[in-house]
C-alpha cells in the first residue's frame, strides 16, 4: 500500500455524515456495507462503486481494467469475511472457519506490485491494475492484522448500539469510540444528561 493515511467520510441513512478512521484500510473497507441489516449502509452498488472506493487514498489503486460483476461479488464476500473475523477478534472468540477461508482465498490471488517512477521520487502500482489484486493486498493486510501485535487492539465502538470496528494504533490505546463526533458525543451528551437528572 502506499500511504499510512485511513478513514473515510461515512453517509448515516439517518441523515448527514462523519469521518470514520478504523486505522487499517481493511477495515475501512469492511464498513463499506453488508447484509441484511447492514445493507441500508451499501455503498458498492456496482462494478463500478468498487473501481471508485478501490481508487481512493490511501491504496490508490486506479484500475486499468475494469472491474467486474464477478469481482464486486468477491469483494462483498470477503468484505463480509474480514466484519466478521474482526468482531470475533474484538470479542476475543475464535475467527469463523469460512471468514478465515475467504480471507485466505483472496490472499492467494496475486496483489498489487508497487513500481518506482523514472524520476525516483514517487510510486505507483505496475499495471495492470485488477480488482482482484486490490483485494488480495485488503485480504494481506487482514492476515498481518489478525495475526500481529495489534490483534489484540481490535476493538468494537464503547456505545451499547454501534457495531464499528476499528484497530486502535495510538500510543496510549484508549480509543473507546468510532468517532468521537459521533458516539463519542453522544455518550457525553447522556452522562451529562444523567448528572443533571441526579443534582435536580
Known amino acids: 500500500m502506499r500511504g499510512n493515511a485511513t478513514g473515510r467520510l461515512l453517509q448515516d441513512p439517518n441523515g448527514g455524515s462523519f469521518w470514520f478512521d478504523a486505522g487499517a484500510v481493511c477495515l475501512d473497507f469492511a464498513h463499506t456495507g453488508g447484509e441484511g441489516h447492514y445493507a441500508k449502509f451499501e455503498s458498492l452498488h456496482t462494478p463500478a462503486d468498487l473501481g471508485e ?13 475494469p ?9 462483498k464476500a470477503l468484505r463480509q469475511a474480514i466484519w466478521d473475523a474482526a468482531h470475533a477478534q474484538a470479542a476475543r472468540g ?6 478465515v477461508a475467504t480471507i485466505n482465498r483472496a490472499a492467494a490471488a496475486a496483489p498489487l506490485v508497487p513500481e518506482l517512477a523514472a524520476d ?3 510510486a505507483g502500482w505496475t499495471t495492470p491494475v485488477r480488482a482482484t489484486q486490490a483485494l488480495s493486498n485488503l485480504a494481506r493486510e487482514m492476515i498481518e492484522l489478525l495475526s500481529g501485535p495489534l490483534s ?8 451499547d448500539t454501534c457495531p464499528m470496528v476499528f484497530v486502535d494504533s495510538s500510543r496510549p490505546n484508549a480509543r473507546r469510540w468510532c468517532a468521537m463526533e459521533r458516539c463519542g458525543n453522544r455518550h457525553k451528551l447522556r452522562a451529562m444528561r444523567a448528572r443533571r ?4
Open 53 to 65: 472506493w478501490l481508487a481512493q487514498p490511501p491504496l490508490d489503486a486506479v484500475m486499468t481494467v
Open 67 to 75: 472491474v467486474t460483476a464477478r469481482e464486486l461479488v468477491a469483494a
Open 94 to 99: 475464535p475467527l469463523p472457519a469460512a471468514a
Open 120 to 122: 525516483g521520487t514517487s
Open 152 to 159: 489484540e487492539r481490535i476493538r468494537e465502538c464503547a456505545s
Open 197 to 200: 437528572a441526579a443534582d435536580s
